[in-house]
């Protein structure tokens, strides 16, 4: 059996490899020889609280190497929710009943000081990092069993409310606004918004040698962000393995793309033409956009306006999830596969069309002698 390796960063800057034939065995071997660089070590007997553990071990090995925009949501959920709840509590006495109370903790603005509640998906990230959290230490055996019991735990957290489709008439409206807009980086920005799907991340890490103009597609092969402290961060591939994709160019985002006066590096660059838009470009840009289409909705609202279309034009969850580059076709049929007014009526002529055998050719009118549908039986007909 192979041993095993994990690269941990040390409090102090230096970087370690923890070697041995278990995890529980690699992680052991850590603590004896580097312990000390932690402070005192727990006692044998004693559990060591969350708050130690995450510090020494779980955050340096498995938060510290993910993307920045995870990290800073894991940090987040540390910084607000974890540690002060339960992060001076043993590891050891951390029950499914200390789980029940942090989950309504966090479902009640009032007991956490903060201004408003966490939705139910909310918590159930918090509760899924809290459950990694658990399962490294078992596998290091400092617990014996996770205390995230899901069926025995209640989320009384509200709805999430997620990003809506704009309405088929105000989707039509902007998009027939687009080429009007005076400043090219803002009618770059909202084809691509519009008429691709791209998340925002998506769109301003696309440069020129990924975009196909002659062949009508462009290539998603990169992200920025800015997650805080880290200014801009270029990032190549995406959110998950198969947001590296194909993305069809339609023929109105094709002209409004043709008309960039540039042809090389990022199409929506920033102080050189190599370099992607800074933050608060990028604020500017489609909020100026936004402002002279006359629309308040978000980035992300397109996104779900796409989906939403394509699912009501009948294509399948799968072949949705492809063109978005979800991983899975959940988020699908959770968020974009949701029937609205809007996409029902719109497939009434194929409703027509499979009735048209039934059709009559003169119009029904109440026949002589008929019985009225309120009339009441008589006794004979009964």
Request: charged content about 25%.
């Amino acid at each position: 059996m192979a041993r095993l390796k994990y690269k941990v960063s040390l409090p102090t800057g230096e970087t370690i490899w923890l070697t041995g034939n278990t995890i529980s065995e690699a992680f052991s071997n850590g603590l004896l020889r580097y312990g000390h660089q932690f402070g005192e070590p727990p006692k044998t007997n004693q559990s060591p609280t969350i708050r130690t553990f995450i510090e020494t071990i779980y955050y340096p090995t498995f938060i510290t190497p993910l993307a920045p925009t995870t990290k800073e949501s894991y940090e987040q959920y540390l910084r607000l929710n974890i540690l002060p709840f339960m992060g001076d509590m043993p590891m050891n006495e951390i029950t499914v009943t200390t789980i029940q109370a942090f989950y309504d903790w966090m479902a009640t603005a009032s007991q956490r000081g903060r201004k408003k509640n966490l939705n139910r998906k909310t918590i159930e990230r918090v509760g899924g990092l809290v459950g990694k959290v658990f399962r490294v230490a078992m596998d290091m055996d400092i617990v014996s069993q996770s205390p995230i019991k899901k069926t025995l735990l209640r989320n009384n957290g509200a709805n999430a409310s997620h990003h809506k489709a704009l309405s088929y008439e105000e989707i039509d409206r902007v998009k027939k606004s687009i080429p009007a807009l005076p400043v090219e980086r803002q009618r770059l920005y909202m084809a691509l918004l519009a008429y691709t799907g791209m998340r925002p991340e998506e769109i301003l890490g696309l440069c020129w040698e990924n975009v196909h103009l002659e062949d009508g597609y462009c290539e998603m092969v990169r992200t920025v962000t800015y997650p805080k402290n880290a200014g801009t961060m270029i990032r190549e591939g995406g959110k998950t393995e198969l947001s590296v994709r194909t993305i069809a160019l339609p023929d109105p985002a094709i002209n409004i793309l043709s008309s960039a006066t540039n042809r090389t590096g990022y199409i929506l660059y920033g102080e050189t033409r190599d370099r992607p838009l800074a933050y608060s470009t990028y604020k500017r840009t489609y909020q100026a956009a936004f402002k002279a289409l006359g629309i308040t909705c978000c980035n992300y609202d397109f996104r779900t306006t796409y989906g939403t279309q394509l699912c009501e034009a009948g294509l399948t969850t799968k072949q949705v999830a492809d063109m978005m580059g979800h991983s899975t076709t959940r988020m699908v049929e959770t968020v974009y596969a949701r029937s609205r007014h809007a996409g029902i009526m719109r497939q009434r002529d194929f409703l027509n069309h499979l009735n048209e055998p039934y059709e009559l050719t003169e119009k029904l009118t109440p026949k002589e002698g008929s019985t009225p549908y309120n009339a009441t039986v008589s006794e004979d007909a009964r």
